[in-house]
């Protein structure tokens, strides 16, 4: 069987043979799935074996072969049909569009991509099947009748098979081409010549008889005016003529250029310039010498490029920029021409990942976004690895606007990873700069804003350089900044969005330059990782935690935990536990307070190493979080594979929604958030920037967030204000949260709200007010649920929604509506109604409504609504009120009093019998030195029950012990039970007193 496959192969390149692609394009067709099939013929390839020979040939074949291999899918097959031809088979295709991404790209491969720095380009002709053809020789002819269409138009490009193109006059050409085994020629193998000559005295160009009627006019004029060459030809063969006519001697120079031919086709052309008799005649002689530029000039003109892209390397990039000083040097200072840099984020989790195979394809294709989005006198750069530069005119288009086409086509790359970038721009100036220079400005630009979500770009300004520290002054003062303390940490508070409390912070280092200010952490920290500093920096920003901890504990402020960022430089450290603990003991830190955070790509790729030092980690008694999960590495297999505390979202999902037409980042944040909940691993968002997402969160139950919709990053005094403001927790006013909503959003279908109101809200509506009566313009589903009576949309948005209400509850409704007229917010209230329906009895129910209004006009108003049902919570709370009215009686005969203590405002709240038998207030303030003032505190039981409010403060569960009360002295049974909120901190105290038997 082995033996009978590699009969299949061809043996110089190892793609199938004729017969064996023949078998594979007949199974295709079969399969009734949409496939297509290219037809790639290199272009000069007969000169290549007769210039360079035969094996050289070999060598361009196998890497035209290798390199289209990395460049393809995995799925697709190549097939050598005879020579240098080929054939692709793309195995079902989603869309056409698919099939010309991948034409593009065998463009580009076969163009820049082969050994020894040889030139050659391809011509493709393809054929969709079923539609186009249902056998493989009908595949075979129809492809060659496409591919022999773009040779006779100069090569270098692809175009579908279609019935137009058998009438183009291809059928001799086609039956040529079959005699001769397939072995296609060049576009053309006769050189195309012309002899222009100009008299110099007369200032007039002589034509040959085919241009005989542009008598007189300059041959530069000429030339442009047909699309022979381009504007800079034109100058220099204009500046050519100039200088040859002024001389004084005999002379004669011969220069190339790149020009289109007799067919339409761009090539090479050796122009002489000879003046044999000066100030007499200047004859221009026009010699097709395309074969042999791209036999040997371009031997060497081509390593100038890159050799996987095709694009310009390093150095001839920079000459390019250069070499327009020579022409357009007052475009340069005037500020027409930019250097844009971009590289793609976290490109290394990409061939991590999906291997460099996958990596490879992906900068090919970048490369082939780019020369298709620049025009003819731009040009691009692979400066190395997933880093690009471009070079571009800007006098017709902005940068941004080149970036945006960049940005748009690399984003939507088809694979399951972001795949997107931040760029750097430098404008040219007055200044003149090399090429070099110009990008390493462009990269300075960029560097600010790398990772950041929200600037796609930013442009180079004399204040970055002066701001910014080169690589070589941060690793020269990094010793030194430690030493000194310029490394600072600024905390940035989490918090509990359903209780607005503070949970915890995370430790930020940021670098207080003394000269520079401060340098944000893009700048240092990837310079850091490079050399092996950022493990000293680590220690020291952990170090600096406990220090901040130390000082809390010694002056009695609340604590909340700190997470402090590890690098994958620090955990997979032999003594790395060993490392923290040794600190942590040197301060005397409880370790419930320090929290270890680890990055996805920390720990990506080594996960048996990963949970030995998390294991090493529990012992000693630390929470582990994985920060940036969702960020692009496999975080299904990290979920199952490391034993984490807790998650920390990357908010990737919820940025530029609205500008997304899947709305998919919602639905995969639920999905991660209930997966994190069967594994009961708690689950911190961050990066989270407005209420809408802290809403939509909270209600997939993720309620712990970390974002500037709370707080930016905080030095350590303006954290320290933050939490002394409260001494447990901080609570954030709702009010602080409401958004401004858009009332023509309601009734798009593809908006925001539309989305919201149908999905993720509860009972809801829209309905408008005139004054009088009330009518029903939109309600969601849940709306209907709310009332469980079989009532339609239709019910209610054809029938008068107020026939529900009694008079009472009516005023009660109408008065909420005005109210919210009047004072532009939110109101809410509770009415009764009766609900009834065709198919249902008539039902009373109680319902809570929540109205603001959205829009107003000269005589109405819109009102967005939304509602639920309480019938079931107001019979709970009639039956409390009951159940407290015998609890009350209860407790007069048994003579208990009991009350609630605050433990962090220090508040009492007293029951009834202790208000009434004890004057006291509804709400007790400085418990309890109040009611020692008042005498019903004995002054021998104060310093007992102060002493009591420390232990509580403390977190001591139950407190009881027998205490004289009141002027009286009557002893009493005094008892406490505490309670505790989500971090273990006490919050509040139930005392009860009895008397003593």
């Known amino acids: 069987m082995i033996a009978q496959e590699n009969m299949k192969l061809d043996k110089l390149t190892g793609t199938y043979c004729s017969d064996g692609i023949k078998d594979v394009v007949e199974e295709m067709i079969s399969s009734g799935k949409k496939n297509a099939f290219i037809l790639l013929d290199l272009d000069c390839f007969t000169k290549i074996n007769d210039v360079l020979g035969r094996e050289t040939g070999d060598d361009v074949l196998v890497s035209v072969v290798n390199t289209l291999k990395r460049g393809l899918r995995k799925d697709d097959i190549i097939g050598r049909i005879d020579g240098d031809g080929f054939l692709v088979c793309i195995n079902d295709i989603d869309h056409v569009s698919t099939v010309e991404r991948i034409a593009k790209h065998i463009c580009v491969l076969t163009k820049h991509s082969l050994s020894k720095g040889v030139y050659v380009s391809a011509s493709l002709g393809i054929v969709l099947a079923p539609g186009d053809a249902d056998s493989y020789s009908e595949v075979i002819r129809k492809a060659e009748c496409a591919m022999l269409h773009v040779k006779k138009n100069g090569g270098n490009d692809y175009v579908f098979y279609s019935e137009e193109l058998e009438n183009d006059n291809l059928e001799v050409e086609l039956e040529r081409h079959i005699k001769t085994r397939g072995i296609w020629k060049s576009r053309t193998d006769s050189e195309d010549s012309m002899l222009v000559n100009y008299d110099i005295s007369t200032g007039e160009f002589l034509y040959p008889e085919v241009y005989a009627e542009h008598k007189g006019k300059p041959l530069w004029s000429l030339l442009l005016e047909k699309g022979v060459c381009s504007a800079i030809t034109a100058r220099q063969i204009k500046l050519a003529v100039e200088e040859i006519a002024q001389t004084d001697v005999p002379k004669a120079q011969f220069s190339e250029f790149y020009m289109k031919n007799n067919q339409g086709a761009w090539c090479w052309f050796m122009l002489g310039f000879i003046c044999a008799k000066p100030k007499t005649v200047l004859s221009i002689t026009f010699t097709d010498i395309n074969n042999e530029v791209v036999a040997s000039r371009n031997l060497v003109k081509f390593t100038e490029h890159d050799e996987l892209t095709g694009l310009l390397n390093r150095n001839a990039f920079c000459r390019t920029i250069e070499d327009v000083y020579t022409y357009d040097a007052e475009g340069m200072s005037q500020g027409k021409y930019a250097v844009i840099y971009f590289d793609i984020q976290r490109f290394k989790a990409i061939n ?237 830190i409880p370790v419930k307070y320090l929290r270890v955070e680890l990055t996805e790509s920390a720990v990506f790729g080594n996960s048996q190493k990963a949970n030995e030092v998390i294991a090493k980690l529990h012992e000693a008694g630390y929470i582990v979080e994985m920060d940036d999960f969702g960020s692009g590495y496999s975080s299904l297999n990290v979920l199952k594979e490391l034993e984490l505390d807790t998650i920390k979202l990357d908010m990737q999902f919820l940025r530029d929604e609205k500008q997304s037409q899947s709305h998919k980042g919602g639905t995969i944040l639920s999905s991660v958030v209930r997966m994190a909940k069967w594994l009961k691993i708690p689950v911190i968002a961050e990066g989270v920037e407005n209420c809408s997402q802290a809403d939509f969160l909270t209600s997939i139950g993720c309620e712990y967030i970390q974002g500037f919709l709370y707080s930016r990053p905080l030095s350590e005094k303006k954290y320290i204000e933050l939490v002394n403001a409260s001494r447990n927790g901080i609570s954030i006013s709702q009010m602080d949260f409401i958004d401004t909503v858009d009332a023509l959003n309601f009734w798009s279908p593809k908006s925001q709200e539309t989305l919201i109101f149908n999905n993720y809200v509860g009972g809801a509506a829209i309905f408008e007010y005139d004054g009088e009566n009330v009518e029903v313009l939109r309600v969601n589903k849940k709306y209907l649920q ?203 105290a139930y005392g009860s007193a009895v008397k003593s038997v």
């Open 352 to 588: 991590d990942i999906f291997g460099m195979h996958e990596g490879d394809r992906l900068l090919i294709y970048i490369a082939d976004v780019i020369m298709h989005n620049i025009r003819h006198n731009d040009c691009g750069c692979r400066i190395g690895s997933d880093r690009f530069a471009i070079f571009v005119n800007i006098k017709e288009v902005t940068p941004e606007k080149v970036i945006n086409m960049l940005f748009d086509a690399i984003s939507t790359y088809d694979l399951p990873f972001e795949i997107t970038f931040n760029a750097g721009v430098y404008i040219t100036n007055e200044e003149k700069l090399s090429g070099e220079t110009m990008i390493d400005r462009a990269i300075l630009a960029q560097s600010a804003i790398k990772g950041s979500y929200t600037r796609r770009f930013r442009l180079f300004t004399e204040e970055i350089r002066h701001d910014m520290l080169s690589e070589q002054e941060i690793v020269g003062l990094m010793t030194q900044a430690v030493s000194e303390k310029q490394f600072v940490v600024h905390y940035q508070p989490q918090y509990n969005h359903s209780t607005r409390k503070l949970i915890g912070a995370e430790a930020l280092v940021r670098w207080s330059h003394p000269e520079k200010g401060l340098v944000q952490p893009t700048v240092f920290i990837p310079i850091f990782e490079k050399n092996g500093f950022i493990t000293n920096l680590d220690l020291y920003v952990f170090e600096e935690v406990c220090i901040f901890l130390r000082k809390c504990i010694d002056e009695g402020m609340v604590i909340v935990p700190i997470s402090t960022n590890f690098s994958r430089f620090d955990i997979f450290s032999p003594d790395f536990v060993e490392k923290i603990e040794e600190i942590r003991n040197r301060y005397d």
């Open 786 to 988: 709310e009332f469980c009576m079989n009532l339609t949309e239709n019910d209610l948005i054809n029938g008068d929604p107020m026939r529900f209400f009694d008079q009472k509850n009516k005023s009660i409704f109408i008065d909420t509506l005005l109210k919210a007229i009047e004072t532009g917010e939110e109101q809410e209230c509770e009415t009764e109604r009766t609900i009834f329906s065709a198919c249902c009895e008539a039902e009373q129910m109680f319902i809570r409504s929540s109205v603001i209004m959205i829009g107003k006009s000269d005589n109405s108003y819109l009102f967005y609504a939304t509602v639920r049902n309480i019938t079931a919570e107001k019979r709970r709370i009639d039956q409390i009120l009951e159940s407290e009215k015998r609890f009350k009686i209860i407790s007069e005969q048994a003579q208990i009093y009991h009350w609630e203590y605050n433990i962090a405002t220090k508040e009492m709240r007293p029951c009834y019998r202790c208000i009434r038998d004890l004057g006291l207030t509804e709400v007790v303030k400085n418990f309890p030195e109040s009611l020692a003032e008042k005498g019903i505190i004995s002054r021998e039981s104060y310093d007992l029950c102060k002493d009591w409010t420390r232990q509580l403060e403390e977190g001591v569960t139950e407190l009881e012990a027998v205490i004289p009360l009141t002027e009286d002295k009557i002893p009493f049974v005094v008892r406490y039970t505490t309670e505790f909120d989500e971090n273990g901190r006490p919050v509040k």
